[in-house]
């Protein structure tokens, strides 16, 4: 048989491969790292020709792979600030391309030997602050905290410093966690730990109920009471992308990420999906 010049051959491949061939890089919170490899894993085997790989760090860490143009899709648990879509426009001349994927019901952990079941935003802050020290102060046994934190390079540690404690400063001795699954860990084996972290990573750990304040019902983050809004510490997940790239496989997988399939999918990990009115 007569062998096709090699240039030909290689034409004729390529032209064979389906639109969405190519690699898409994903990178930044660890929030949303176990979701975004399931999608990962699940389109995949869905478009053999796409490979997709995701990385954690953080959401600033994220970020400042989207601005140095060294990932294609940049996840977060937090929205951008004003000063990192400006390093984006400097970067690539224009805005990124902001996508909601999933809704998260920031979750307080605490051992399951803790026999606390709720907390309220105001006993959090003095927590997490350092003016509350002891669990008696909040009706618990008489035993020091351990408070567990996020790294400051985590969307995460963003959201919670922010919208509970109102922009203040964690307490001196936080133990510093680089990742939502270390940080479940150390809950689990110190029976004085208090931490915080997306809700899909519960497992091992008991998830309190939060209080608004201390004359309202304490809220339990469930499917309903984060898309309704009534539990306190409920955010949106981000995926950030440069408009350059949103086309092709990145636009078609983002697509689906936020279509049925892929909203089932947040739902099984343990978030909550987008209601469709999102979606568009």
Not at 224 to 234: A, D, L, M, S
Request: charged residues 20%; contains cysteine; proline residues 4%.
């Amino acid at each position: 048989m007569k062998k096709l010049p090699l240039a030909l051959a290689a034409a004729l491949l390529a032209a064979a491969l389906p639109a969405s061939a190519g690699n898409i890089t994903v990178k930044g919170s660890d929030t949303l790292v176990i979701l975004a490899q399931k999608w990962a894993e699940v389109y995949m085997a869905k478009n053999a020709a796409t490979k997709i790989q995701v990385t954690g760090g953080g959401s600033g860490v994220g970020i400042a792979a989207l601005q140095n143009k060294t990932t294609d899709i940049c996840n977060s648990s937090r929205k951008m600030k004003s000063a990192e879509i400006a390093n984006c426009v400097t970067a690539f001349g224009k805005r990124p391309t902001e996508y909601k994927v999933a809704l998260d019901g920031l979750t307080v952990f605490v051992n399951e030997g803790n026999p606390l079941k709720e907390i309220s935003l105001e006993q959090l802050e003095q927590i997490f602050t350092g003016k509350i020290r002891n669990w008696k102060q909040v009706g618990g046994a008489d035993e020091r905290i351990t408070v567990y934190s996020r790294e400051n390079s985590s969307g995460t540690y963003e959201f919670f410093k922010e919208h509970v404690l109102r922009g203040s400063d964690f307490v001196a001795s936080a133990q510093t966690m680089p990742g939502t699954a270390a940080l479940l860990q150390a809950v689990a084996k110190d029976k004085s730990a208090i931490g915080y972290g997306g809700a899909a990573y519960g497992k091992g750990a008991k998830a309190l109920s939060v209080k608004k304040d201390a004359g309202s019902p304490a809220i339990e983050a469930n499917e309903e009471t984060v898309i309704k809004g009534t539990y306190p510490i409920w955010r949106y997940l981000y995926v950030y992308v440069n408009p350059a790239v949103d086309k092709g496989e990145v636009a078609a997988y983002l697509n689906w990420i936020r279509g049925e399939e892929g909203q089932k999918l947040v739902k099984d990990i343990g978030y909550f999906p987008l209601p469709k009115h999102l979606r568009e």
